[in-house]
């Protein structure tokens, strides 16, 4: 196994890590283009079903995300799970890619356009196949997970881009709740009682 660590723990390197990556995610929301958001937020709001696909941690984000989707009372699905519908006309697709090439959420894109969806890309790559695919390209100015030389974020792979999907969909459902008024005991009621 390969030694990991070669310096000796102390918890001011902890303190400088958590500082980096906080400050390496405010600076990307500060970047995000919001009046692409809230069209995303108006197309989410008009769907039938809204359904979200990612691999890897981007996935794990987007599972985040579509939690809160359904606590707003949007009938959400996540792509792969054994419930999940086929997706229609004017249902709409949250899919996430940092290269915006992953081979599975780009066919679930053009599969998703092919049915009359829509497809809200969450990217770093505002000219990749996911992008091109998509009906709103929802930039997150962070590295990808090739970022090799650390030039768009001193953090391992696409960390950023991945904390960012989870922090900036977060925001995308607080706006929606706040507009829509629901008092957070209302979206309570749909909070799971089967664990």
Do not use: C
Request: aromatic content about 6%; glycine content about 8%; charged content about 15%.
């Amino acid at each position: 196994m390969t030694q990991i660590v070669s310096k000796k723990l102390d918890s001011s390197l902890f303190v400088d890590a958590a500082r980096a990556v906080v400050g390496e995610v405010g600076r990307v929301s500060t970047g995000v283009h919001s009046p692409a958001w809230v069209r995303a937020g108006a197309l989410l709001l008009k769907a039938p079903t809204v359904f979200t696909i990612g691999t890897g941690r981007s996935g794990l984000a987007l599972q985040m995300a579509a939690m809160r989707f359904m606590h707003l009372g949007l009938p959400t699905h996540v792509v792969g799970e054994t419930t999940a519908p086929a997706i229609g006309s004017r249902d709409v697709l949250v899919a996430a890619s940092g290269s915006g090439s992953t081979a599975r959420v780009v066919r679930a894109a053009q599969t998703a356009r092919d049915q009359g969806a829509d497809v809200i890309a969450l990217t770093t790559a505002a000219d990749s196949a996911l992008a091109k695919a998509a009906t709103e390209v929802l930039v997150i100015p962070a590295a990808d997970k090739q970022d090799f030389d650390g030039s768009a974020s001193a953090q391992y792979a696409g960390s950023l881009f991945e904390q960012s999907v989870l922090l900036i969909t977060d925001a995308l459902f607080h706006t929606l709740w706040k507009t829509g008024g629901s008092q957070a005991r209302e979206l309570w009621r749909l909070h799971a009682n089967l664990e």
